[in-house]
C-alpha cells in the first residue's frame, strides 16, 4: 500500500445507512410540518451531523427543537437500523484485505455519534476491524466538513495526515478529508461522482471490490 493509513467513513462507505436514518429524519420532520421527499431529505442532510443542523430545522418549521427531539430521533433511528441495516456490497472482503496490508493501520472517522458507528459496525460484523480505533465527529470541536475528526484519528494511529487514505461517499465528507490534507478515494455506486470530485476527491470508484487495488 502506499498509504500509511486508511480512514474510512461509516455511514455510505462500510453500512448501507442512508436511507434508513433519512427515512426516519423524513417522517420526523413531516410530524413538524416540514414536506420531504426522500431524495430531497437525503440532499439536505446527508453527511451531516444533525446536531448541527438542528438550528436549520427549527428555523423552517417556525420553533425551537428541544434536545428531547434529537434523543428521540437516535431512539427511532436506532430501532430502523436494528431490523433493516445492511453492510455496503463487498466491503468485508475489501476491509479484511486492506486491514491486513495496513498492518492495522486503518480506522472508522465518521461524523455520526459513537453508539451509532459502534452498533452499525458490531451488527455487520465490521467491529473487528475497528475495535479501539473509531472516531466520531460528536467527540471534536467541530464536525464534518472541517478536517477535525481526520485529524484526530490519523493522530492516534501516529500517521502524517499527508500519508493517509480518506474513504467518503458524500461532498461533507470529502471536503473534510481533503480540509485534513489526505487523498480522498470517493465511492459512488450511482451517478458519475461529479460532484465528489469537484469536492476534491482524487478517485472516484463504484464498487467496493476496486478499493483495495486502487490504495496499493
Not at 53 to 64: H, K, T
Not at 68 to 75: I, T
Not at 156 to 176: F, I
Amino acid at each position: 500500500m502506499k498509504f500509511d493509513a486508511v480512514l474510512f467513513d461509516c455511514d455510505g462507505v462500510l453500512v448501507d445507512s442512508e436511507p434508513i436514518t433519512n427515512g426516519v429524519l423524513r417522517d420526523m420532520l413531516q410530524e413538524l410540518g416540514w414536506e420531504l421527499t426522500l431524495e430531497e431529505c437525503v440532499a439536505q442532510f446527508v453527511g451531516k451531523a444533525l446536531k448541527e443542523e438542528v438550528a436549520i430545522i427549527s428555523r423552517r418549521v417556525g420553533r425551537e427543537l428541544d434536545p428531547a427531539w434529537l434523543g428521540q430521533f437516535q431512539e427511532r433511528r436506532n430501532a430502523a437500523l436494528r431490523e433493516r441495516l445492511t453492510a455496503i456490497p463487498n466491503i468485508h472482503d475489501a476491509v479484511h484485505t486492506i486491514h491486513a496490508h495496513q498492518g492495522a493501520r486503518i480506522a472508522c472517522a465518521s461524523g455520526a455519534d459513537r453508539y451509532k458507528v459502534e452498533m452499525q459496525l458490531r451488527q455487520t460484523g465490521l467491529m473487528q476491524y475497528f475495535e479501539g480505533r473509531i472516531f466520531s465527529g460528536y467527540e471534536t470541536p467541530r464536525s464534518k466538513p472541517f478536517p477535525d475528526v481526520y485529524l484526530a484519528a490519523a493522530a492516534a494511529l501516529q500517521v502524517l495526515p499527508a500519508r493517509c487514505a480518506v474513504v467518503e461517499d458524500t461532498v461533507t465528507g470529502v471536503s473534510a478529508g481533503v480540509a485534513a490534507g489526505a487523498s480522498v478515494f470517493a465511492y459512488a455506486p450511482q451517478g458519475d461522482g461529479a460532484a465528489l470530485q469537484a469536492a476534491g476527491a482524487s478517485c472516484i470508484f463504484r464498487d467496493m471490490a476496486e478499493l483495495p487495488a486502487l490504495l496499493r
